[in-house]
């Protein structure tokens, strides 16, 4: 759309140039003060794009770590419901790291957070006959806590990944830059100038509204969400415990 506004600038530009006299003016003083807008709008994009990225890795690496902390919390749970626990958390981080290979409300994504609720629900109901077993050991209730906040963590990943920028911004980005640049091209065709800035100025604000957009696809693009933290949390997962169940006697 950029590059085509361009040209139809360019072309337009050309077929009026004999108006110079009685264009220039106009059309330099409307491009300059669209040039400023649309530096405005594209800057404003930009920042939207990148708040969202960075809190989208920051909920990511949160989840990897109170899933962690879960994890071993879990390992000093009484049996069976220990190694019950363990096994659903691996199973979860699996569940979690599907998420980064699916857009963000997508069918796939769907069915696999539901399937992270189940989980959950799972869990926490081993919690709750952990802490019936043993209701003033120490264990249970620090699990119980990391458990919540695991459950926590996703809720906020979640949101994070579907929190994009709206696409009225996106559009009037597009539509902006299209007719600013058109008008770039049509005024310097009238005066008489070249138009290798123009476009070279049309490709870079392609450029710049391809990687905003990119940004806020969190899970498509050559820019993705890196989930190597909750990959490394899931190969610790396939080691043994550190932590063994405690004796009889110490329940």
Same mark, same amino acid.
């Given at each position: 759309?950029?590059?085509?506004?361009?040209?139809?600038?360019?072309?337009?530009?050309?077929?009026?140039?004999?108006?110079? +006299?009685?264009?220039? +003016?106009?059309?330099?003083?409307?491009?300059?003060? @669209?040039?400023?807008?649309?530096?405005?709008?594209?800057?404003?994009?930009?920042?939207?794009?990148?708040?969202?990225?960075?809190?989208?890795?920051?909920?990511?690496?949160? +989840?990897?770590?109170?899933?962690?902390?879960?994890?071993?919390?879990?390992?000093?749970?009484?049996?069976?419901?220990?190694?019950?626990?363990? %096994?659903?958390?691996?199973?979860?981080?699996?569940?979690?790291?599907?998420?980064?290979?699916?857009?963000?409300?997508?069918?796939?994504?769907?069915?696999?957070?539901?399937?992270?609720?189940?989980?959950?629900?799972?869990?926490?109901?081993?919690?709750?006959?952990?802490?019936?077993?043993?209701?003033?050991?120490?264990?249970?209730?620090?699990?119980?806590?990391?458990?919540?906040?695991?459950?926590?963590?996703?809720?906020?990943?979640?949101?994070? @990944?579907?929190?994009?920028?709206?696409?009225?911004?996106?559009?009037? +980005?597009?539509?902006?830059?299209?007719?600013?640049?058109?008008?770039?091209?049509?005024?310097?065709?009238?005066?008489?100038?070249? @138009?290798?800035?123009?476009? @070279?100025?049309?490709?870079?604000?392609?450029?710049?509204?391809?990687?905003?957009?990119?940004?806020?696809?969190?899970?498509?693009?050559?820019?993705?969400?890196?989930?190597?933290?909750?990959?490394?949390?899931?190969?610790?997962? %396939?080691?043994?415990?550190?932590?063994?169940?405690?004796?009889?006697?110490?329940?």
């Amino acid at each position: 759309m950029i590059l085509g506004a361009t040209a139809l600038g360019a072309l337009l530009g050309r077929r009026v140039r004999h108006l110079s +006299e009685s264009l220039s +003016e106009p059309f330099g003083v409307l491009q300059g003060a @669209l040039l400023g807008v649309v530096g405005l709008i594209l800057a404003f994009g930009l920042s939207l794009s990148l708040s969202r990225y960075e809190d989208r890795r920051a909920a990511i690496v949160d +989840e990897a770590n109170t899933i962690g902390t879960t994890y071993l919390r879990a390992q000093t749970l009484a049996e069976p419901i220990r190694s019950r626990s363990l %096994q659903l958390l691996v199973a979860y981080t699996e569940s979690a790291i599907r998420i980064s290979e699916y857009a963000p409300g997508s069918t796939t994504e769907l069915a696999v957070t539901a399937n992270e609720d189940r989980l959950q629900r799972r869990l926490w109901a081993l919690a709750g006959k952990a802490l019936d077993a043993e209701p003033i050991a120490s264990a249970p209730r620090l699990y119980v806590e990391t458990l919540n906040d695991m459950i926590d963590a996703q809720t906020v990943r979640i949101a994070a @990944l579907n929190n994009q920028v709206p696409v009225a911004v996106l559009l009037l +980005e597009v539509l902006g830059a299209s007719i600013a640049l058109g008008l770039l091209s049509a005024y310097l065709a009238v005066v008489g100038r070249g @138009l290798a800035g123009v476009l @070279l100025a049309s490709v870079l604000v392609a450029a710049l509204l391809f990687v905003t957009s990119d940004l806020d696809r969190p899970t498509r693009g050559p820019i993705e969400i890196p989930d190597k933290v909750l990959k490394q949390q899931y190969a610790s997962m %396939q080691l043994l415990p550190a932590a063994t169940a405690p004796p009889p006697a110490a329940r």
